[in-house]
């Protein structure tokens, strides 16, 4: 059975860095691409951050050059270094397969950004 569990959120002021893990048990992390997405309040969840599982990685246009995913399969886990904070990067951070699969959502890590 696959089990996504995201941890490392907090509150964190403008400019600063937090980074955030996913830890992926069951068997599909070394073969599969997967991201990171966020859910602000009243909005969409996005997906902000992708790599596949030869290690290409794509961002938003609203993280570009301030966030970096990485992934470590011999641990099977799923890392975001999140730098120079903004408070609209403030929400609810998940991670999930590409495409993403409903069953894999878990509670999520909360980040906020203070002004």
């Known amino acids: 059975q696959v089990q996504l569990v995201e941890s490392g959120g907090g509150l964190v002021q403008a400019g600063g860095s937090l980074r955030l893990s996913c830890a992926v048990s069951g068997n599909i992390f070394r073969f599969t691409a997967m991201g990171w997405y966020r859910q602000a309040p009243g909005k969409r969840r996005d997906l902000v951050a992708s790599i596949t599982s030869g290690g290409n990685k794509k961002y938003a246009d609203s993280v570009k050059d301030r966030f970096t995913i990485s992934r470590d399969n011999a641990k099977n886990t799923l890392y975001l270094q999140m730098n120079s904070m903004k408070p609209d990067d403030t929400a609810v951070y998940y991670c999930?397969?590409?495409?993403?699969?409903?069953?894999?959502w878990g509670q999520g890590t909360q980040v906020t950004v203070s002004s």
């Open positions: 999930n397969s590409i495409p993403s699969v409903d069953r894999y």
